[in-house]
């Protein structure tokens, strides 16, 4: 039998400087709402700037607004519908940020659709294909076209926002899984092809279940107040965006709110 036991990372403790993340810009997807609009808001508060990526332009305003409203640096707003978007949409994001910015520092890969809950012998191919493009499709081309100014930045960190039923598919689930699954490969093999020529790591964190949107569409019939605000996760993804930690790259973590631990999957 192993007597290996599961890394733990404690962030009970963990308080990054106030201006951790000065001069530092970071690319959210699905900063609309939810956890992508919480992520958002949190690291403004240690100063850096955000870009904001969702396809609703007025949700992005108000997280843009909020953002000022408590001195936070001037965030950037850019819309894109990654169901329907064009790689080319996706090279003029990679244009647009070394052109403002010079270097994209970090990257959280938040957007995602939750897809048809259906047997997969009744899965409708449109539905199937949507959430491959959105949870999938979109996390490549982000990944394969913000690849150049990511590694301008001396030390950049990718995060994907991942779920259980990406590690282990459940009944009903499968074009919300599948695609989460591969997304999940997809970072752990691109950790691996940078690992030794590229300044970018690449993890991967699962939040539990939280009170957003997201999941009040997939569990209609659940309390929403049986579980956290999404503000109560966003220390995991402070952590793996502080210049000032020694990140690892290519691992999954689990967040445990109540315990305030990672655990390493």
């Excluded at 305003?61 to 819309?79: C, K, L, N, R, W």
């Excluded at 970090?106 to 957007?111: C, K």
């Excluded at 809950?117 to 499709?137: A, F, G, K, M, Y």
Aim: hydrophobic share 40%; charged share 20%; net charge negative.
């Amino acid at each position: 039998m192993s007597n290996t036991t599961t890394p733990i990372i404690p962030l009970a403790d963990y308080s990054a400087d106030p201006a951790a993340l000065k001069d530092k810009t970071i690319l959210v997807t699905g900063a609309g709402d939810g956890l992508g609009k919480s992520i958002a808001s949190a690291l403004a508060k240690y100063g850096a700037t955000i870009i904001l990526l969702s396809k609703t332009v007025k949700k992005l305003e108000a997280v843009y607004d909020g953002i000022e409203q408590v001195g936070g640096p001037q965030p950037a707003i850019f819309p894109m519908d990654l169901e329907k978007a064009e790689e080319s949409d996706y090279q003029q994001l990679a244009v647009a940020i070394h052109d403002n910015f010079g270097q994209l520092d970090g990257l959280i890969l938040n957007a995602v659709t939750i897809g048809q809950h259906s047997p997969i012998v009744n899965t409708d191919l449109e539905q199937w294909s949507r959430s491959l493009q959105i949870n999938l499709t979109a996390n490549f081309l982000l990944l394969k076209h913000c690849s150049g100014v990511l590694n301008k930045a001396a030390k950049a960190s990718v995060i994907y926002v991942s779920d259980a039923v990406a590690r282990h598919g459940k009944a009903y689930w499968g074009t919300y899984s599948t695609s989460k699954a591969a997304s999940l490969n997809l970072i752990q093999t691109l950790a691996d092809e940078w690992e030794s020529n590229t300044n970018i790591q690449l993890n991967s964190i699962d939040p539990g279940p939280l009170q957003t949107g997201l999941r009040r569409q997939a569990f209609p019939g659940e309390d929403p107040r049986s579980n956290p605000e999404p503000d109560s996760a966003t220390k995991p993804f402070l952590y793996f965006m502080d210049p000032g930690i020694n990140w690892p790259s290519g691992k999954h973590f689990s967040w445990d709110i109540a315990a305030q631990t990672l655990s390493e999957n």
